[in-house]
T-cell receptor, first 112, second 109 residues
Framework: ETGVTQSPTHLIKTRGQQVTLRCSSQ?????VSWYQQALGQGPQFIFQ???????GRGNFPPRFSGLQFPNYSSELNVNALELDDSALYLC???????????FGPGTRLTVL | KQEVTQIPAALSVPEGENLVLNCSFT??????LQWFRQDPGKGLTSLLL?????REQTSGRLNASLDKSSGRSTLYIAASQPGDSATYLC????????FGGGTRLMVKP
């Protein structure tokens, strides 16, 4: 059974650029969620996708957007990058209904 | 809005001690409570999931309890080892996970 994978591992962008982060869910899971973790803080919920539709969103602006594909892989897109977007971005997959969530290793994004 | 708090924020103990990490949440209408471990710069490893109908879960030297009426969960680590050094996060699960700020644990040899 393959766990949750994310790519790339690290990424450096400049302010104003756009970035796409990718996630492959664990086999058999039907939800994928994205979280932002600033240094020294707990992860913050960005949004969740279920059946290729957004199924809940945290307090993040519209420039954070996502996609879920039929194979349950997912993308997180961030437009007009700001310095405060520098963080570890975590993807989690699970089964709908508030069940156990499994996390990938994360993508470290640095915005200069 | 669910808020989750973890106390203490940091903890340093000698090897072999039994220890308790605390987690409190404001909304008792959570589905589940999940505990994670995070090593520096890494992703989250799920340790224990306590479903809303349960009061505790055990895995090896770890035991987690859940008291929804008081809005509290505890993670008990028995006979701590240096390899247990990490940040421990609790999260209340509704449609999404709401995390506390974590407890940074250091176990000294």
């Amino acid at each position: 059974e393959t766990g949750v994978t994310q790519s790339p591992t690290h990424l450096i962008k400049t302010r104003g650029q756009q970035v796409t982060l990718r996630c492959s869910s664990q086999s058999g899971h039907n939800t994928v969620s994205w979280y932002q973790q600033a240094l020294g803080q707990g992860p913050q919920f960005i949004f969740q996708y279920y059946r290729e539709e957004e199924n809940g969103r945290g307090n993040f602006p519209p420039r954070f957007s996502g996609l879920q594909f039929p194979n349950y892989s997912s993308e997180l897109n961030v437009n007009a990058l700001e310095l405060d977007d520098s963080a570890l971005y975590l993807c989690a997959s699970g089964l709908a209904g508030g069940n156990e969530q499994f996390f990938g290793p994360g993508t470290r994004l640095t915005v200069l | 809005k669910q808020e989750v708090t973890q106390i203490p924020a940091a903890l340093s103990v000698p090897e072999g001690e039994n220890l308790v990490l605390n987690c409190s949440f404001t909304d008792s209408a959570i589905y589940n409570l999940q505990w994670f471990r995070q090593d520096p710069g890494k992703g989250l490893t799920s340790l224990l999931l306590i479903q809303s109908s349960q009061r505790e879960q055990t895995s090896g030297r770890l035991n987690a309890s859940l008291d929804k009426s008081s809005g509290r969960s505890t993670l008990y680590i028995a006979a701590s080892q240096p390899g247990d050094s990490a940040t421990y996060l609790c999260a209340g699960a509704g449609n999404m996970l709401t995390f506390g700020g974590g407890t940074r644990l250091m176990v000294k040899p």
